[in-house]
C-alpha cells in the first residue's frame, strides 16, 4: 500500500486547481482501499461548516453540500480531531442522515482528520454499501494520507487557494524589520540563479580561471561602491556586511577551493556552485541562530559571483514609482543596489529575522518580512500591505483595511522621529534610575563593528565567527588585529569579549565533531579547555589588543561547575603574565562568566568570589530551563521567553547578585524586546545589552516609565502560572502608557 500511497500524493500535488487534484485523490483511494465512496470536506472556520469538495461514491442533489461542525459523523471527526471507524454508521449516536447525500446505501464508515499543525483543515472519509470494519492497516494508509493531504492543502491556502472563508486572509511570514508600508507588490526574476547551475566541463582551465577572477574583482568592486554609497545613510553595524564579503572574496582558501575545483576541469560556474553550497552547508548546520544565518550570506556571495559570471550588466532597476519589493532570496547587495526611495517594504520567500539582509532593512528602517509562501505570479502588481510587527501580508486589500493601515503608517513615521530625538544621551528612568544599554556585536568577520554613540559600550562581542570562515585556526596576530580594531572603536567604554563559542553542531570546519546530541556535548567551555593552547593564543591576542585602552572584559560560555571556571581562571592568569612580560602595559582584564546552564543559577553563591560580573544568555537559559530546542518547528511553540519558570529564575540571579554585590548584564534576545527590557528592569536589573536596532526605542521606554511600577509589573509577573498571562499583562501596560506601537503596528 505504501507505493500506492506515494502514487496518489504524487499525482495529487502535480495539480494546481482544487477540485482536478481532489477528484484524482478520491478517485484513486477508492481503487486503492477496494472501497466504494470517498470524500474531501474542507472546513470553513468562518462559516463554522465543512464543505464538500469532491467525491466519488455520492449522488448528491443540489450544487453546494455543507455539513455543520456539531452534525453527524463527518462533524464528530472534524470536532475529535481523531479517526472514528465503524462498521454500522447508523448504529452510532452521532448519525444523522443527510437526503441531499445520497448517501443511505452505505453502511461502514471510516473517517479522519486533515490535520496541519494542530488546525483540523478538514476531513477525508471512506465508506462501504455491505457494513465493513476497515483494518488497522487500511486506517493506517487514510491517516497517513490525510497528514500528506493537509501539506498539499495548507500550502495551497498560503497561496491564495482553497480557501473558502471571504473574510480578508492575511499571509503570515516571520517578521524581520518593524514597519508598515502599503503600495504595490513588484518581482523580478530574470537574475541568474545559481540553484540552476548545473554539472558542466571545461577543457580550457586557463580560460574559466581568468573569467572566475574577473568575475571576484568586480565583485570586490561592486562591494566597495554599496559601502561607500551607505556609508552616510547607516551605522556601521550594517556596512559591516559588506566587510563581510570583502573579506571572504580576499579569503585565499576560498580562491584556492574555487581553483581546486577548476583544475579538476569544472566550469567555473559549476564550481563556484559546490564551493559555496559545501561552506554555506556548514554554517548551516549550527544551533546558533546567528551563525546558522551566515550561511545565508554565503549563498548571496556566489549569487553575486555568478552575477558577474554571467555579466549581466543591466542590473538597475528602473521603477517609476515605489514598490513593496518581493523576492525569493533577499539580500544585502540586491537592497543596496535599488535606491532606498523606491521600497516600501520587502517580502522574501525565504531567509529569516536574522539575516544580514534583514539587519540591513532595519537599518534602512524598511519594513521586512521573511519566509513567506506566496503565488509571485498572482501576486505582481497587484496593492498590498505588509506589517512587519506581525509578519502579516495582506494581497488587494479592502477599503477600510487600507484606510487602517493608512493611519497606522503615519503613526509609524511620528514614532520613529520621536524613538530617535535623544538616542546619545544616557539611558535613565523618570525617577532617575540610569539604566546601562550596551550593544551585543560581532555577526561579521570584519574588523569595524558598530561605532554607535548611543550605546555605553559592548555587552557581547562574539569572537567565533572569524574560525568559522577559515580552514584553519587563525593565528595569534590575526586576532590580536581583529580585537585591536573593536576595542579601539569603544576607547573609552567597556567591550565584553566572549571566548571562542564553538563545538558541538557549531563545528569548526577543519576540526569537524559528530555527536548524538550536541546540544548538551563538547561545547563552549568544554572545547576551549580540552584545547588549552587554542584557548591561551586566543587570550593572549585579547590582553595585547587592549594594552593601548585597557577597556577590555573577558566572558566565558557555557560554564557549567565551579572546575571548569577554575580551570579557565588558571589559564587567564598563565596568558597574562606571558604578555605582561612582553609588554608592561598590559592589566589584567575582568573575567566574567555566562550564566545559561541551570547549574550555575545555584553555584552563584560559591563562585562569586571567583569572577567580577556575570552575564545572562536569556536564550540558551531559556532553551535548557525548558528542554525545548528553539530552533525545531515542531516545539517552537513550546519555547516561551515568558515563561514563568524563566522569569522566577531571572529573579532569583538578581537577588543573588545583589546579595553577593556582583555585576550582572542581560545580553540575550529578551534585553532588546520591549517587553521584555522593562520587565527586566521591574526585576532589578540595570544593564542590558542588545543589537542596535533597538537601541533607541528601548531608551525612549526607559525615559517614559518608572522603576516603581516596573516592580510592581515584576511582582505580578511572578504570580502569574501562564506565559501567555505575563504578556497580556505587559501588553495592557503598554496601551495603558501609549507605548502600543512598540508591541504593534501604529503610535497609539
Excluded at 400 to 413: D, G, I, K, T, V
Aim: aromatic share 8%; net charge negative; with cysteine.
Amino acid at each position: 500500500m505504501l507505493s500506492q500511497l506515494r502514487e496518489i500524493v504524487e499525482q495529487v500535488s502535480k495539480v494546481e486547481e482544487v477540485h482536478q487534484a481532489l477528484d484524482i485523490l478520491v478517485k484513486q483511494t477508492c481503487s486503492a482501499m477496494s472501497t466504494e465512496c470517498c470524500t474531501v470536506y474542507l472546513a470553513n472556520e468562518e462559516m463554522q461548516r465543512l464543505e464538500l469538495m469532491a467525491t466519488q461514491g455520492l449522488r448528491f442533489k443540489g450544487d453546494k453540500i455543507h455539513i455543520r461542525f456539531n452534525e453527524g459523523l463527518v462533524g464528530l471527526v472534524k470536532r475529535s480531531a481523531e479517526p472514528l471507524n465503524l462498521a454500522e454508521a447508523s448504529k452510532h449516536p452521532n448519525f444523522k442522515y443527510f437526503s441531499e447525500l445520497g448517501e443511505e446505501v452505505y453502511q461502514s464508515f471510516l473517517g479522519t482528520p486533515i490535520i496541519y499543525r494542530k488546525q483540523v483543515l478538514g476531513v477525508l472519509v471512506v465508506q462501504q454499501k455491505a457494513p465493513r470494519q476497515f483494518d488497522e492497516m487500511e486506517e493506517s494508509f487514510l491517516v497517513t494520507l490525510a497528514a500528506q493531504l493537509a501539506v498539499i492543502v495548507a500550502h495551497a491556502q498560503t497561496q491564495g487557494h482553497w480557501r473558502l472563508e471571504k473574510k480578508q486572509q492575511a499571509i503570515r511570514g516571520v517578521p524581520a524589520s518593524s514597519g508598515v508600508a502599503i503600495g504595490e507588490f513588484w518581482w523580478d526574476d530574470t537574475q541568474p540563479d545559481l540553484s540552476n547551475v548545473y554539472p558542466a566541463s571545461t577543457l580550457d582551465i586557463e580560460r574559466e580561471q581568468e573569467w572566475l577572477l574577473l568575475a571576484i574583482e568586480e565583485a570586490l568592486n561592486d562591494f566597495r561602491r554599496m559601502r561607500k554609497k551607505l556609508d552616510s545613510e547607516i551605522n556601521k553595524d550594517a556596512l559591516a556586511i559588506f566587510d563581510l564579503f570583502t573579506h571572504l572574496l580576499n579569503d585565499p582558501m576560498l580562491r584556492k577551493d574555487l581553483k581546486a575545483q577548476i583544475l579538476k576541469g569544472d566550469r567555473a560556474d559549476w564550481a563556484l556552485r559546490q564551493v559555496v553550497e559545501s561552506y554555506s552547508n556548514r554554517f548551516a548546520r549550527m544551533s546558533d541562530v546567528y551563525l546558522r544565518e551566515r550561511a545565508q550570506d554565503i549563498r548571496e556571495l556566489g549569487q553575486r559571483l555568478l552575477f558577474f559570471l554571467h555579466n549581466t550588466d543591466q542590473e538597475k532597476q528602473l521603477f517609476d514609482k515605489p514598490v513593496i519589493l518581493v523576492v525569493r532570496e533577499l539580500t544585502a547587495s540586491l537592497l543596496a543596489s535599488i535606491p532606498k526611495e523606491k521600497i516600501l517594504a520587502v517580502v522574501s520567500l525565504e531567509g529569516a529575522a536574522n539575516s544580514h539582509a534583514a539587519i540591513l532593512s532595519r537599518a534602512l528602517g524598511i519594513p521586512a518580512v521573511m519566509g513567506v509562501t506566496l503565488n509571485l505570479k498572482a501576486l505582481n502588481g497587484k496593492q498590498g500591505i505588509v506589517d512587519g510587527y506581525s509578519g502579516k501580508i495582506l494581497v488587494s486589500p479592502n477599503r477600510q483595511l487600507l484606510r487602517e493601515y493608512r493611519s497606522l503608517a503615519n503613526e509609524e513615521r511620528e514614532l520613529a522621529n520621536m524613538v530617535n530625538q535623544r538616542i546619545e544621551e544616557p539611558a535613565f528612568t523618570r525617577d532617575g534610575q540610569r539604566i546601562e544599554v550596551m550593544l551585543n556585536a560581532g555577526l561579521s568577520a570584519d574588523t569595524n563593528i558598530a561605532i554607535n554613540q548611543g550605546v555605553d559600550g559592548v555587552g557581547l562581542y562574539r569572537t567565533e565567527i572569524s574560525f568559522l570562515l577559515q580552514h584553519r585556526f587563525p593565528s595569534e596576530e590575526e586576532q590580536t588585529q581583529q580585537y585591536q580594531a573593536v576595542l579601539s572603536s569603544y576607547p573609552n567604554k567597556r567591550v565584553v569579549m566572549r571566548t571562542l563559542d564553538v563545538g558541538g553542531d557549531k563545528a569548526l570546519p577543519y576540526l569537524p565533531i559528530e555527536e548524538d546530541n550536541p546540544f548538551l556535548g563538547w561545547r563552549g567551555i568544554r572545547f576551549t579547555l580540552d584545547h588549552p593552547d587554542i584557548f591561551l593564543m586566543q587570550i593572549r591576542a585579547m590582553m595585547k589588543a587592549s594594552s593601548k585602552h585597557q577597556n577590555l572584559s573577558i566572558l566565558l560560555p557555557m560554564v557549567s561547575g565551579a572546575q571548569e571556571l577554575d580551570d579557565a581562571i588558571e589559564l587567564i592568569k598563565r596568558a597574562y603574565v606571558e604578555v605582561a612580560e612582553l609588554d608592561q602595559q598590559v592589566t589584567m582584564p575582568k573575567i566574567g562568566v555566562m550564566i545559561e546552564v541551570p547549574s550555575m543559577i545555584y553555584l552563584l553563591p560559591l563562585i562569586a568570589n571567583k569572577v567580577d560580573f556575570v552575564s545572562i544568555g536569556t536564550n540558551d537559559l531559556t532553551q535548557y530551563l525548558l528542554a525545548v530546542d528553539r530552533n525545531n518547528a515542531r516545539v517552537a511553540d513550546v519555547y516561551e521567553s515568558m515563561h514563568p519558570s524563566v522569569i522566577m529564575a531571572l529573579s532569583h540571579i538578581h537577588k543573588t547578585c545583589q546579595q553577593l554585590n556582583l555585576p550582572v548584564c542581560i545580553c540575550g534576545e529578551l534585553a532588546g524586546d520591549p517587553i521584555g527590557a522593562l520587565l527586566m528592569v521591574g526585576l532589578g536589573y540595570r544593564s542590558l545589552s542588545m543589537n542596535t536596532s533597538n537601541v533607541a526605542k528601548i531608551k525612549y521606554l526607559l525615559r517614559h516609565t518608572e522603576t516603581e511600577e516596573l516592580a510592581l509589573l515584576a511582582d505580578k509577573a511572578l504570580m502569574q502560572p501562564y506565559g501567555h498571562d505575563i504578556y497580556a499583562m505587559m501588553q495592557s501596560f503598554f496601551e495603558s502608557k501609549g507605548f502600543a506601537g512598540f508591541i504593534r503596528a501604529g503610535k497609539k
